[in-house]
């Protein structure tokens, strides 16, 4: 019966192939949803570990996470820097990291921060940050490049890089005259730590000091070599993230800093903020796995249609099987088998063309979007998710059979006549 289904996939090569291209496709756009959905979880959640706590402008505490870990977005207001070494100087805080974001080059986000930083930050369940190549910055205006934009803008130790002032892709506005040096290029980390360029607090309290207002003073015009005689502590820090002594203290200092009577602040833990930000995007999610469902059905159900509409023209090739001997059974079996080898087929090919789409687009996913997408084994979910449309190509099988199972002897020696 398995001979007699591929030499009858051979003479159906045109409605055969097109039906399992139909069926692979639906699989791998079933498996991608549920393989960037698993991914992009795992990439925020590997974002940043270790942290009790994020300090920002009160907002949103979605909006805190999105701007100061994700790069997204923009902050409300930024925090003196009184407020944070006060904070800072509390008993229950071990460690903390400020960062000063709103400038860019060539699209990708200028942090501003200090040594602390690649001290005390932790993503990937607990990994450190390491340089690739260089060193950390020391200088004004050292900078330490993500590995992504050193990839993608093919950056190398001692190149010159020119800031732009903004967050867009496109600013009209540069810090020409103070330009920052590369020296350093992280190890790559799957987060927007590999799309974000590094430099020290003071030196974007350098680049904005001739600068009022979000623009330069007119006729103002302050040398680098006098800038590094002056005072560069920042006046402001667009947020802050706090290691503690304890655990148990993150609520107690939590409530102090979301009741600082100084200015309006938000202390939020990275986890429950995560989980926020989850459930809001979680009916897109739950949306996009239902339409990749509805999808696998409708390729299934276009197989049932080839079947169904190749039966009248197939039973002179059933009577003539059945003439030679060939019982309903076998008949029936061979129908069944065809859908399941049609279905297997497109399963498969739809796995392939999966992991071909993930090759060559993990990098593109990556520096667009900031989720790294691994390259594994399948899962047992998605083992299950196939196995599941194999068994429905099996039960859909079942239709045209039985139709061809009734069909007597008789009345296909009568269309051979």
Same mark, same amino acid.
């Given at each position: 019966?398995?001979?007699?289904?591929?030499?009858?996939?051979?003479?159906? !090569?045109?409605?055969?192939?097109?039906?399992?291209?139909?069926?692979?496709?639906?699989?791998?756009?079933?498996?991608?949803?549920?393989?960037?959905?698993?991914?992009?979880?795992?990439?925020?959640?590997?974002?940043?570990?270790?942290?009790?706590?994020?300090?920002?402008?009160?907002?949103?505490?979605?909006?805190?996470?999105?701007?100061?870990?994700?790069?997204?977005?923009?902050?409300?207001?930024?925090?003196?820097?009184?407020?944070?070494?006060?904070?800072?100087?509390?008993?229950?805080?071990?460690?903390?990291?400020?960062?000063?974001?709103?400038?860019?080059?060539? =699209?990708?986000?200028?942090?501003?921060?200090?040594? #602390?930083?690649?001290?005390?930050?932790?993503?990937?369940?607990?990994?450190?940050?390491?340089?690739?190549?260089?060193?950390?910055?020391?200088?004004?205006?050292?900078?330490?490049?993500?590995?992504?934009?050193?990839?993608s803008l093919g950056y190398r130790l001692n190149d010159s890089i020119i800031i #732009?002032?903004?967050?867009? !892709?496109?600013?009209? %506005?540069?810090?020409?005259?103070?330009?920052?040096?590369? *020296?350093?290029?992280? !190890?790559?980390?799957?987060?927007?730590?590999?799309?974000?360029?590094?430099?020290?607090?003071?030196?974007?309290?350098? +680049?904005? +000091?001739?600068?009022?207002?979000?623009?330069?003073?007119?006729?103002?015009?302050?040398?680098?070599?006098?800038?590094?005689?002056?005072?560069?502590?920042?006046?402001? *820090?667009?947020?802050?993230?706090?290691?503690?002594?304890?655990?148990? #203290?993150?609520?107690?200092?939590?409530?102090?800093?979301?009741?600082?009577?100084?200015?309006?602040?938000?202390?939020?833990?990275?986890?429950?903020?995560?989980?926020?930000?989850?459930?809001?995007?979680? @009916?897109?999610?739950?949306?996009?796995?239902?339409?990749?469902?509805?999808?696998? $059905?409708?390729?299934?159900?276009?197989?049932?249609?080839?079947?169904?509409?190749?039966?009248?023209?197939?039973?002179?090739?059933?009577?003539?099987?059945?003439? *030679?001997?060939?019982?309903?059974?076998? $008949?029936?079996?061979?129908? @069944?088998?065809?859908?399941?080898?049609?279905?297997?087929?497109?399963?498969?090919?739809? $796995?392939?063309?999966?992991?071909?789409?993930?090759?060559?687009?993990?990098?593109?996913?990556?520096?667009?979007?900031?989720?790294?997408?691994?390259?594994?084994?399948?899962?047992?979910?998605?083992?299950?998710?196939?196995?599941?449309?194999?068994?429905?190509?099996?039960? %859909? =099988?079942?239709?045209?059979?039985?139709?061809?199972y009734r069909y007597s002897l008789a009345?296909?020696?009568?269309?051979?006549?």
């Amino acid at each position: 019966m398995l001979i007699l289904a591929m030499k009858s996939f051979r003479n159906r !090569k045109f409605t055969t192939l097109l039906t399992i291209i139909s069926i692979a496709l639906s699989v791998t756009l079933l498996l991608g949803v549920e393989r960037i959905r698993k991914e992009a979880k795992a990439s925020f959640a590997n974002t940043i570990s270790g942290t009790d706590l994020i300090v920002g402008a009160r907002s949103g505490p979605v909006q805190l996470l999105l701007y100061s870990v994700f790069r997204i977005g923009n902050a409300t207001n930024n925090i003196s820097w009184e407020s944070y070494q006060e904070i800072a100087r509390k008993p229950n805080v071990q460690w903390t990291i400020p960062i000063s974001l709103g400038d860019s080059h060539q =699209g990708y986000r200028v942090m501003g921060t200090n040594a #602390a930083y690649f001290d005390h930050f932790r993503f990937g369940g607990g990994r450190r940050l390491e340089i690739a190549s260089g060193r950390i910055f020391g200088g004004v205006f050292d900078a330490v490049l993500g590995a992504e934009v050193a990839r993608s803008l093919g950056y190398r130790l001692n190149d010159s890089i020119i800031i #732009a002032h903004g967050a867009g !892709k496109v600013s009209f %506005i540069e810090h020409t005259d103070k330009p920052f040096k590369v *020296v350093g290029i992280l !190890k790559r980390t799957g987060t927007p730590v590999d799309q974000t360029l590094h430099v020290r607090l003071e030196g974007i309290e350098a +680049i904005h +000091i001739d600068w009022k207002d979000g623009a330069p003073v007119p006729g103002q015009s302050i040398s680098t070599a006098q800038v590094l005689t002056m005072e560069l502590t920042p006046r402001t *820090v667009t947020a802050f993230f706090v290691g503690l002594k304890s655990r148990i #203290a993150a609520f107690g200092v939590q409530r102090f800093i979301n009741t600082y009577p100084k200015e309006p602040l938000l202390a939020i833990l990275p986890g429950v903020a995560l989980q926020e930000l989850w459930d809001l995007i979680g @009916v897109a999610e739950n949306a996009l796995v239902i339409v990749s469902g509805f999808v696998v $059905v409708v390729g299934l159900s276009g197989m049932l249609i080839a079947l169904m509409t190749s039966l009248n023209e197939r039973r002179r090739e059933m009577a003539i099987l059945r003439s *030679v001997g060939a019982g309903p059974g076998h $008949v029936f079996s061979m129908i @069944v088998g065809e859908s399941v080898i049609m279905t297997m087929a497109g399963v498969f090919a739809g $796995v392939a063309l999966l992991y071909g789409l993930l090759v060559t687009g993990q990098s593109l996913i990556e520096s667009k979007y900031g989720i790294f997408i691994a390259i594994r084994g399948l899962s047992s979910y998605e083992l299950l998710l196939m196995a599941l449309i194999c068994l429905a190509g099996m039960i %859909i =099988g079942l239709i045209p059979g039985y139709r061809i199972y009734r069909y007597s002897l008789a009345d296909g020696m009568m269309i051979c006549v």
